[in-house]
């Protein structure tokens, strides 16, 4: 007489027809993650079972119950997953994709369905399908990110964020010692007044580890601080040029990219010329930028370098007995670009 499984088999099914427990399925299926010993034979005989009657193993059973689904997720606090290979984000998935794939983890793709993105909906959160999740976003919601540490969920956020009481693992690029790199070097040609503008506040935490290079710069010269101008938006900077002619400003060090393209075409407008007028470094930060055909002295932003340290770090704190936050930090390459001269 043959054997009869439902279309879906279960794992009762699966020891039924394999001649073992149900235990034994379940150890099978968590051996790699529980230490487990079973023997060959047995575990062969299972996973024939499995392969003839087309079982899959539901992640969420195997999550709430203690198991790895050897999964991990990505979610943004931003609907920013990128369409074309220059969209900011895409460098960071790649890296992500990059790593899981060599320790041998799927990515899942977290994303919500209308309104607001929320990790947390009526007291749950789907994160819970993967093993743990790499979160980044530029504007995150840190109520959310302090609930899902007080869970105790496993998570590694992408970028430096810092949160109320006890601190969250995150992997960040090292802003301030790239910016301190940079602004040390317009000390070495000679540049004796040197100041900082960024568009926007500066009240974000990327925002600040620059401004603090700036300043750790000063201090390790003996210097006293440069000017630090914070415009409103680009429309600013033609009286921001103003100011760095009235002060005698010879090297600007610009938070975005933006900023430097605005800055080099108003001062074109007064006939100043970039580098011999006026250097400038870049630190970095691409938005809104036009990409025009100018090679910037600056640092590049290591988002691919990220992603694969923020997997690494995420899969160790899986496979830790005990977990703590941990923070990493990824150097900035320095880029040497055209925009910095020695002063005249």
Same mark, same amino acid.
């Given at each position: 007489?043959?054997?009869?499984v ?13 001649g073992?427990?149900q ?7 968590n051996e790699?993650d529980s230490g ?10 299972v996973?024939?079972?499995m392969?003839?009657w087309?079982?899959?193993?539901n ?8 198991g ?7 979610y ?8 074309t290979?220059?969209d900011?984000?895409?460098?960071f ?11 041998g983890?799927d990515l ?6 209308g309104?607001d ?45 810092e ?19 940079l602004?040390?070097q ?17 009240e974000a935490q990327?925002s600040?580890?620059r401004?603090k ?9 003996g ?5 630090v101008?914070?415009?409103e938006s680009?429309?600013?900077v033609?009286g921001l040029v ?15 990219? *933006?900023? &430097? /393209?605005e800055?080099r =075409?108003?001062?074109?407008?007064? !006939?100043?010329? %970039?580098p #011999?007028?006026?250097?400038?470094v ?15 002295t ?18 160790r704190? *899986?496979? &830790? /007995?005990?977990?703590a =936050?941990?923070?990493?930090?990824? !150097?900035?390459? %320095?880029v #040497?670009g ?7």
């Amino acid at each position: 007489m043959a054997r009869s499984v439902p279309k879906r088999p279960t794992q009762a099914d699966i020891a039924r027809l394999a001649g073992v427990s149900q235990a034994t399925v379940s150890l099978v299926l968590n051996e790699r993650d529980s230490g487990a010993r079973i023997s060959p034979e047995t575990r062969d005989r299972v996973l024939a079972a499995m392969r003839e009657w087309g079982y899959v193993a539901n992640a969420s059973a195997r999550s709430l119950a203690g198991g790895r689904n050897r999964i991990i997720g990505v979610y943004t606090f931003e609907p920013v997953f990128p369409t074309t290979g220059v969209d900011f984000y895409f460098p960071f998935l790649l890296g992500m994709e990059q790593e899981a794939a060599e320790l041998g983890h799927d990515l899942l793709l977290f994303t919500s369905a209308g309104g607001d993105r929320q990790i947390f909906r009526d007291g749950s959160t789907r994160l819970a399908l993967a093993d743990g999740a790499l979160l980044l976003g530029r504007n995150p919601n840190v109520d959310e990110i302090e609930r899902l540490r007080d869970s105790g969920y496993p998570f590694v956020y992408v970028g430096h964020r810092e949160v109320t009481g006890a601190p969250v693992s995150y992997v960040a690029a090292d802003y301030t010692a790239a910016t301190q790199e940079l602004t040390r070097q317009l000390f070495a040609r000679g540049h004796e007044r040197v100041a900082y503008a960024r568009i926007g506040e500066g009240e974000a935490q990327p925002s600040r580890d620059r401004e603090k290079g700036f300043r750790q710069a000063f201090r390790a010269d003996g210097r006293l601080i440069g000017p630090v101008w914070t415009l409103e938006s680009a429309q600013d900077v033609t009286g921001l040029v103003d100011e760095i002619v009235a002060a005698g400003i010879t090297g600007l060090v610009a938070e975005q990219q *933006l900023l &430097a /393209e605005e800055v080099r =075409a108003a001062a074109a407008r007064r !006939g100043l010329d %970039i580098p #011999a007028d006026l250097s400038v470094v870049v630190l970095g930060d691409p938005t809104g930028a036009r990409r025009d055909d100018v090679a910037w002295t600056g640092f590049e932003v290591p988002r691919q370098e990220m992603g694969r340290a923020a997997t690494r770090l995420l899969v160790r704190s *899986l496979d &830790a /007995e005990e977990r703590a =936050a941990v923070r990493e930090s990824v !150097g900035c390459p %320095i880029v #040497a670009g055209t925009t910095l001269a020695r002063r005249r």
